[in-house]
C-alpha cells in the first residue's frame, strides 16, 4: 500500500470504530435488558449474563457494520476536506477516482465482515443463546423443588418430595391434582424425574412404582396401581413462560430458509407465503454489498464539503 493509501485509512478508521462501538451498543441494549431481567431473576451469574450478552451482539452487527462503514468514511473524508488536504490533492492531480482504491479495500472487508455476520455467526449466536437460556431454566425448575417442601409452581398441581438423590432423581413423590373440579387425584411413587421438552414446549413429571387414588364428587375412589413409569403432562408455559425465544427466518441458513422456502411453494392445502424466507434471503447478500454502496456514496459527498467544515458530509 501507498502512502497516500495508508493515510486514508487511517483517516477512516477511528470514527469507524467509534460508530461502530456506540451503534452496537444502542441496537444491543434494548434485548439484553428485556433478557437480563428474566435471567438475572432466575439467579443468572454475572460470567454466565456477560456470555449471553456476547451472544446478542451479532444481531446487531449486521446493520451496524455497514452504517458504520458510512460514518467513517464520511467522518474521514470529512476532515481532509475541511482542511483544505481534499483540495491540495486535487491540485497535485491526484484524481478522486484514486481515493476509491483505499476506500473499496476498506468497504470489501467490511463487505466480507457483514457478510460472515449474517451467514455464519448470527444464526450460531442465537441458537446458542437458546441452548444456555434452556438450560438455565431447565435446572432452575428443578433445582426450584425443594425436599420436604411443597411445591406450586405447577398450575393445577402441588408437588411434594420428600428426599433428592443427586444423579438419581426424588425418593418418595406425592403429586396432588386438582386441575378437573369433578375429581380430585392423588398420585404417590417411589421415585420421579422431570422431563422438558423444549421443542415441543412441554414439561413431564415421570413417576415410577406408585400408586394413583381417583376421587369423584360422589365419592367414588379408583385405585390405580403402576410398576412401570407413568407420566403426568404439565403446563408447559409455568417453565418455559410465554416469552420464549422463536427459531425465526432470522436464525436460519440459506439453505434453511430455501428448505421452508419450497416446503410453503409445495403444499397443496392451506398454502403459505414464502415471501419471508425469500426476502431474508435477498437481505443476506443484499446488506453485505450495502458496504460497497456506502464506500462511494461516502466518497461523493465527503469530497464534497470543502465549504461546509469537517462535520458537513456527516451532517
Not at 426450584?144 to 432423581?169: K, M, S, T
Not at 407420566?231 to 430458509?257: C, H, M, N, W
Not at 460497497?292 to 469530497?303: D, E, M, P, Q, S
Request: a neutral charge.
Amino acid at each position: 500500500m501507498r502512502i497516500l493509501d495508508r493515510y486514508i485509512l487511517r483517516e477512516i478508521l477511528p470514527p469507524f470504530l467509534l460508530s461502530l462501538l456506540i451503534f452496537t451498543f444502542v441496537l444491543t441494549l434494548p434485548p439484553v435488558m428485556k433478557q437480563l431481567e428474566s435471567l438475572v431473576a432466575k439467579g443468572v451469574t454475572w460470567d454466565v449474563a456477560a456470555i449471553l450478552i456476547l451472544l446478542l451482539v451479532p444481531s446487531s452487527l449486521g446493520l451496524t457494520i455497514p452504517i458504520a462503514t458510512l460514518v467513517g468514511i464520511l467522518i474521514g473524508l470529512g476532515r481532509l476536506s475541511g482542511d483544505r488536504e481534499a483540495v491540495a490533492l486535487l491540485a497535485c492531480g491526484v484524481s478522486p477516482y484514486r481515493l476509491l482504491r483505499p476506500i473499496l479495500a476498506f468497504a470489501t472487508v467490511t463487505t466480507a465482515a457483514t457478510a460472515y455476520v449474517m451467514f455464519e455467526a448470527l444464526p450460531d449466536a442465537n441458537q446458542k443463546f437458546r441452548d444456555i437460556t434452556w438450560s438455565i431454566i431447565s435446572q432452575k425448575v428443578e433445582n426450584d423443588i425443594h425436599p420436604r417442601v411443597f411445591f406450586e409452581d405447577f398450575p393445577g398441581y402441588v408437588l411434594y418430595v420428600r428426599d433428592a438423590v443427586p444423579g438419581e432423581g426424588w425418593k418418595n413423590v406425592l403429586v396432588a391434582d386438582t386441575t378437573s373440579p369433578e375429581r380430585t387425584a392423588f398420585t404417590m411413587a417411589s421415585s420421579g424425574r422431570l422431563h422438558l421438552d423444549e421443542e415441543k414446549r412441554r414439561v413431564d413429571l415421570i413417576l415410577t412404582g406408585g400408586t394413583r387414588y381417583t376421587t369423584s364428587r360422589d365419592g367414588e375412589t379408583q385405585i390405580y396401581r403402576f410398576p412401570q413409569d407413568t407420566y403426568i403432562s404439565l403446563a408447559g408455559d409455568s417453565v418455559f413462560g410465554r416469552q420464549a425465544i422463536p427459531r425465526t427466518v432470522t436464525e436460519k441458513s440459506v439453505a434453511e430458509l430455501r428448505a421452508d422456502w419450497e416446503t410453503k411453494m409445495n403444499r397443496k392445502e392451506g398454502a403459505l407465503s414464502p415471501h419471508p424466507e425469500i426476502i431474508y434471503i435477498q437481505q443476506k447478500f443484499s446488506i453485505p454489498v450495502a458496504c460497497l454502496v456506502f464506500g462511494i456514496i461516502g466518497l461523493a459527498l465527503g469530497l464534497s464539503s470543502a465549504r461546509e467544515g469537517k462535520m458537513g458530509a456527516f451532517v
